[in-house]
């Protein structure tokens, strides 16, 4: 089997590495070939992933890539989800749009810089009115995530709604190293606690946060129903990264934090895949397909209960392959 190489994420946040490319390739020119070890968690990943999952694969095990996808624009994805990605890649995220019958809800709210071009200009191109913003989940305590709901606090009296340790990994965030962007000073106040298990409920429509630490201390992994045809589907989120990063500690956290959310996918049936960083899992082709599609044909969000553990599986393994390389 040829040997390959791999690159060194250890001790670097995912929207550090990324914003920062020199210091990417410079953090990257430490490679060396892989151990036994490392060489049998990514076949293993390759085995499970099967062509439906191969994008994943490579992008997670072997080969992370800062490609910034163009603006496709706002998009319906199911008769009660919408989605806005912007810019989206990996130091951009999607915010999504639930619609219920209460007010509007959404999934992260982007970066703060963002949410008038991107988050309020999207909402009005789908038809929906800003000043219905009810309630905001953030994902996690990371700027591109909780950003614009500073914004959406001040002007319309959204709600935010995090866990409590992100609460407080916000208040005190981890100091930046080199090339680490400062953590902006402007925080949301201090609002609504999510609770796992504890459904986040706006009007008809409700959201199950699972705790899934390891990206940040709080992170939240989503499941939440959506609506086709008449028919209902479930859709889950790791909303904690993709990458698994930091100390061995940390990395051994976040694929425990896996397990766990994937536990609770199996349990409500998770058959929907999105992300809210989606630069590994195809969203862009499914976006086009998505547009495209005519009556009747399927929805490609749509995974399958079986494909989705298998995407979980994927990113355990592949941070698994990051492990066994930071104990080398």
Known sequence: MPKKLHWVLSGLTICALYAWPGRAQEQAQTAKPDSP???AHIEKAKEIAGTFWATEEHFLCEAPRADIAADPGPVKL?????????QYSVTNGVVYVIPTSAGIMLIDSGHRKDVETVVLAGLKTLGLDPAN??????THGHEDHYGGSVYLQEHYGAHVVLSAADWDF???PRP?????????????????????????????EKVTPVFIPGHTPGSLGLIFRVKEGGKTHVVGIVGGGFIA????????????????????TKKMKVDVELQNHPVMDGFADKLAAVRARKPGEPNPFIVGQENYTKFLDVMSECAKVTLARLKE
């Open 37 to 39: 070890e490392v060489l």
């Open 78 to 86: 199911f008769d009660n989800l919408y989605a806005i990605p912007g």
């Open 133 to 138: 913003i009810k309630l905001i989940i953030v």
């Open 170 to 172: 916000m208040s005190n």
């Open 176 to 204: 930046a190293g080199r090339g680490n962007a400062a953590q902006p000073p402007v925080l949301p106040k201090r609002d609504m606690i999510a609770f796992e298990g504890q459904p986040i409920t706006l009007g008809d």
């Open 245 to 264: 990063q930091g100390p061995p500690s940390q990395v051994q956290q976040f694929i425990d934090s896996l397990q766990h959310f994937e536990h609770w």
